[in-house]
């Protein structure tokens, strides 16, 4: 996985994204929930006729769930059936079952935590994992807890150190 830039076509950003290759010629870009419908007419409109990209939404069948700190690795370590965890660095993906249900686990976040990892399922499985974690110890968070975390990490947030400034002027990506 990477984390990486929606461009537009100013050179400012329509989104920061995640971009996850589950498995060869499969890839998931996770966009915020707030940006998805103007970074999916964005892709739909820049995919001319002749490539062969099949663009999908998967909004309404995939759920994520984020689980940062320093307990995840153990909590996770304890609700496998079978697979294993991305080892050893940030960024690497793996597969594993929870409970019967097939999960894309990633080592990435949005908090700067040096141990971190997304969880990909799909979305009739969410509330079991859901509840799972927390029989684990798992502690749900707002997102005003991972906004100060990622601030604290240098992490840019679409809306605050990208996009567009309240005044309506665009934010640079890189600035001079």
């Known amino acids: 996985s990477q984390y990486t830039l929606v461009p537009n076509e100013n050179g400012g950003a329509l989104d920061d994204a995640y971009l996850?290759?589950?498995v060869p010629e499969d890839?998931?870009?996770?966009?915020?929930a707030a940006n998805r419908e103007t970074v999916w007419r964005h892709l739909r409109q820049a995919v001319t006729p002749s490539e062969k990209v099949d663009l999908q939404d998967q909004t309404e069948e995939l759920a994520m769930?984020?689980?940062?700190?320093?307990l995840s690795k153990a909590i996770l370590q304890g609700v496998l059936d079978c697979g294993r965890l991305p080892e050893p660095i940030r960024n690497y993906i793996s597969t594993a079952r929870?409970?019967?249900a097939e999960v894309f686990i990633a080592r990435t976040g949005y908090t700067g935590e040096p141990v971190c990892f997304e969880l990909f399922v799909?979305?009739?499985h969410a509330l079991t994992l859901w509840d799972v974690l927390l029989e684990r110890g798992a502690v749900p968070i707002g997102l005003g807890a991972r906004d100060t975390l990622r601030l604290e990490a240098g992490l840019p947030l679409y809306g605050?150190?990208?996009g567009q400034a309240p005044d309506g002027v665009e934010i640079p990506i890189f600035s001079s």
């Open 20 to 22: 996850y290759r589950m």
């Open 27 to 32: 890839y998931l870009l996770v966009v915020n």
């Open 65 to 70: 769930l984020s689980l940062q700190g320093p």
């Open 98 to 100: 929870i409970r019967g």
């Open 122 to 124: 799909r979305r009739r």
């Open 160 to 162: 605050h150190e990208l």
